[in-house]
């Protein structure tokens, strides 16, 4: 059973403190559910995977901070963000439950409009940090749609730019996952570099997982990124690769079929760009089907190579190609 990001449960001694809060909660738009007890907070967030947990400080058979260290403690809710409620608590109270596990502490008497507001960033920086990507920090798959339709709703021209590393199972198969990685968090900050370098505003990056990043810029960007993009990569590339394999311009290993020696370019990017003005995409999964697809035809072509939809004319030479490259 999937949590309810919105659900808040509310476990507190004082049925007339959880009815007002509750119904303050639920006028804020979240759902609720009460608890009297420790027992009763454990069943509840059992039964009904609440989004975040509101915990008096002092409750019967369990207490809170007890409650709390028991829920970091389990792998099923080690992550379910905590709010622990005292009366009038010391200095030393607030400590006692932020060592506990708790992401906060709220006194009583409370502000309720305080308490939501409090509850909606919990929930908030929980779901960022969930769907954020382990290895580089950046956001992940939801965030990206999210992201990305919010500029269709609004109207926003953009460009989406959908970004592969070329040549990475050779990485992976010579220099081992370790360095994979390294070639992973290496892009991650090129693409950073980037959209820094271009001036690109606004601009929204995401890593949709492995060695697949996207950008999401306005379209009068999107060639000074790329550009930018692929100069970067290129010098990482460089200093990510053994000295020898970057003087003779290739990686030696074993098919992994035929068990024969080839070689492998050095790992370049395939970039596909999908551009609202060149089509009305209806929905976030549109623009990304075209830009995988573009990806795919880039990736059909050797060296740093960024394809654009057919018409599209790349200031940078003044003709009308439909792709774009720059070999290194």
């Known amino acids: 059973m999937a949590p309810t990001p919105d659900l808040v449960l509310i476990a507190d001694a004082d049925p007339e403190i959880a009815e007002f809060l509750a119904a303050r909660l639920r006028a804020d738009g979240f759902d609720t559910a009460l608890a009297r007890d420790g027992y009763q907070a454990l069943a509840g967030i059992a039964l009904r995977r609440p989004g975040i947990v509101l915990l008096e400080a002092v409750l019967p058979f369990i ?56 509850i909606g960033s919990a929930i908030r920086r929980h779901r960022e940090v969930r769907e954020s990507s382990p290895l580089t920090g950046m956001p992940g798959n939801d965030r990206i749609l999210r992201e990305l339709q919010s500029w269709i709703k609004r109207g926003d021209p953009f460009a989406l730019c959908y970004i592969d590393i070329d040549q990475f199972k050779a990485v992976n198969d ?20 980037a959209a820094g370098d271009a001036g690109a505003a606004p601009v929204f990056l995401g890593h949709v997982g492995g060695d697949d990043f996207t950008i999401l810029c306005v379209p009068e960007h999107v060639e000074a990124v790329t550009g930018f993009l692929n100069d970067h990569f290129a010098r990482r ?41 060149q089509r009305r995409f209806s929905d976030a999964y549109e623009a990304v089907a075209e830009a995988t697809a573009l ?32 070999e290194h």
């Not at 940078?316 to 490259?325: L, S």
Request: proline share 7%; hydrophobic share 35%.
């Open 295 to 326: 990806k795919s035809v880039a990736k059909s072509h050797t060296g740093n190579y960024v394809a654009y939809p057919e018409g599209r004319t790349p200031g940078r030479t003044g003709r009308r190609p439909v792709f774009w490259t720059n």
């Open 237 to 277: 590339v460089r200093q990510l690769c053994d000295p020898a394999d970057v003087e003779r311009g290739y990686i030696e290993h074993a098919d992994r079929t035929s068990r024969r020696m080839t070689r492998s370019r050095l790992p370049t990017l395939s970039i596909g760009v999908a551009l609202s003005t």
């Open 174 to 193: 010579v220099y081992g996952f370790v360095r994979g990685d390294e070639f992973i968090k290496g892009l991650a900050e090129c693409v950073y570099s």
């Open 63 to 118: 207490d809170g901070l007890a409650l709390t260290r028991q829920l970091r403690a389990d792998p099923a809710t080690a992550s379910l963000p905590i709010i622990l409620l005292g009366a009038q608590p010391s200095s030393a109270d607030k400590i006692a439950g932020l060592k506990a596990g708790a992401d906060d502490y709220i006194a009583k008497p409370f502000d309720p409009a305080e308490v939501s507001a409090r």
